[in-house]
């Protein structure tokens, strides 16, 4: 259940799918899905440190992700779940700092999101471990102190509307992984930290993860 880290060839992700989320960080609502691209290179496996650049100020932003069991070509949202193949917990870690200074910039988000082991993940359920997407709790921890708790009952967009979206611009392969957007409640994570993260579907966990948190000097202007 963990083929998708190896044989997926990108993480789509969307932003601002909470409305709450977006207010918190001084954003706007969207209208319609809006999304970007990280690398596969920055998975990290339930088990392994998370090691963010020691000079950022990093982000945990706990989502449902939706991993694609078929291509998927400008489908219609009618047709869209029959392209999932089952759903993974991931963390969008993001450096804010750096964030934030390329939104003033009017530059990619690239060098925020996409740190190596800046998408820490749960193996895989099949699709039908989870009854609906769009009713199910995320909860995150750091050092035992809940951040956030949040539903996708909450969703701007549904599951069948990103996947319809996403594959008219661009093919969803087998493998690829969509990231449906973080609850409110994204802080600060720092050395030392531990995360757990969970993802409940009617009282039941279903997808749980922990992960302690490193720190490394990147030797390169940021």
């Known amino acids: 259940m963990s083929a998708f880290r190896h044989t997926g060839r ?19 609502v969207p209208t319609k899905p809006m999304f970007f691209l990280k690398p596969t290179s920055s998975y990290c496996p339930v088990g392994r440190a998370i090691t963010i650049p020691e000079q950022c100020d990093v982000h945990h932003e706990v989502e449902l992700g939706v991993v694609i069991g078929k291509p998927a070509s400008r489908v219609r949202e009618a047709d869209a779940m029959a392209h999932v193949a089952g759903y993974t917990l991931a963390i969008d870690m993001t450096a804010r700092d750096l964030q934030d200074k390329a939104k003033k910039a009017g530059m990619p988000w690239s060098v925020a999101k996409g740190f190596d082991d800046f998408t820490p993940v749960t193996d895989m359920v099949p699709a039908a ?23 996708t009952r909450d969703f701007i967009f549904g599951v069948p509307k990103l996947i319809a979206h996403v594959s008219q611009i661009m093919t969803l392969q087998e493998g690829d992984v969509i990231l449906t957007g973080t609850p409110k409640g994204v802080g600060s994570v720092k050395p030392g930290d531990a995360i757990e993260a969970a993802i409940e579907d009617d009282g039941k966990t279903v997808l749980h993860g922990k992960w302690t948190v490193a720190g490394r000097k990147v030797d390169a202007e940021l």
Do not use: Y
């Open 129 to 151: 471990a989870i009854k609906d997407p769009h009713n199910v709790r995320l909860w995150l921890k750091v050092n035992g102190a809940t951040k956030q708790d949040g539903t």
């Open 10 to 28: 990108k993480i789509v992700a969307i932003g601002r799918n909470f409305a709450d989320h977006a207010k918190e960080l001084g954003n706007a």
